[in-house]
T-cell receptor, first 115, second 115 residues
Framework: AQKVTQAQTEISVVEKEDVTLDCVYE???????LFWYKQPPSGELVFLIR??????QNEISGRYSWNFQKSTSSFNFTITASQVVDSAVYFC????????????FGSGTQLTVLP | DGGITQSPKYLFRKEGQNVTLSCEQN?????MYWYRQDPGQGLRLIYY???????QKGDIAEGYSVSREKKESFPLTVTSAQKNPTAFYLC??????????????FGPGTRLTVL
């Protein structure tokens, strides 16, 4: 069965610090997809990134970067030089054939960036 | 602008009443989804629909019903059979959900409170 674990329930950092959010997943499929979403206080989930299991290349988008390591079943998310506007709940999600291609979400990490 | 709208933003219900949450999208997406989010938890799938006039139960369908008469609309009814309906409800859509994992995009959500 598929599973996503975000062990960090809450993280607090001071503005301009770097922060890494961990995501560990379980799946028996060789083909699967991983996602990160941001949920600001308004509640709407904002899509950040989608990665398929055959693409292990790390990705950088501005201050955001993602490290995908199949060997450790991890898909970690790093924010460089954090800002107060980064404060939100961040969700990691997995989709594989075992879930009929539906998303399985982790429990989320509440990130608070203090000024 | 293309997007997903949900109404109302806040909804209050007395015990024993059925209520219907609206979800509309103008992204021309084939697939639509309903999720439930409880405080401090991830999202759980209630129902999903890959095409008009067809839908499938998710992980927590008991006490809920849906319809998909139009491609743009996927209303969710929370029935009196749902024992603990107070939660945040999120609607999402994607290009397709049949054997292909496409990115799901989310609406702003409806917060339901049972009085």
């Amino acid at each position: 069965a598929q599973k996503v674990t975000q062990a960090q329930t809450e993280i607090s950092v001071v503005e301009k610090e770097d922060v890494t959010l961990d995501c560990v997943y379980e799946t028996r499929d060789t083909t699967y997809y991983l996602f990160w979403y941001k949920q600001p206080p308004s509640g709407e989930l904002v899509f950040l990134i989608r990665r398929n299991s055959f693409d292990e290349q790390n990705e950088i988008s501005g201050r955001y970067s993602w490290n995908f390591q199949k060997s450790t079943s991890s898909f970690n998310f790093t924010i460089t030089a954090s800002q107060v506007v980064d404060s939100a709940v961040y969700f990691c999600a997995l989709s594989d054939s075992g879930s009929a291609r539906q998303l399985t979400f982790g429990s989320g990490t509440q990130l608070t960036v203090l000024p | 602008d293309g997007g997903i709208t949900q109404s109302p933003k806040y909804l209050f219900r007395k015990e024993g009443q059925n209520v219907t949450l609206s979800c509309e999208q103008n992204l021309n997406h084939d697939a639509m989804y309903w999720y439930r989010q409880d405080p401090g938890q991830g999202l759980r799938l209630i129902y999903y629909s890959q095409i008009v006039n067809d839908f499938q139960k998710g992980d927590i369908a008991e006490g809920y019903s849906v319809s998909r008469e139009k491609k743009e609309s996927f209303p969710l009814t929370v029935t009196s059979a749902q024992k603990n309906p107070t939660a945040f409800y999120l609607c999402a859509s994607s290009r397709t959900g049949d054997g292909y994992t496409d990115t799901q995009y989310f609406g702003p959500g409806t917060r339901l409170t049972v009085l």
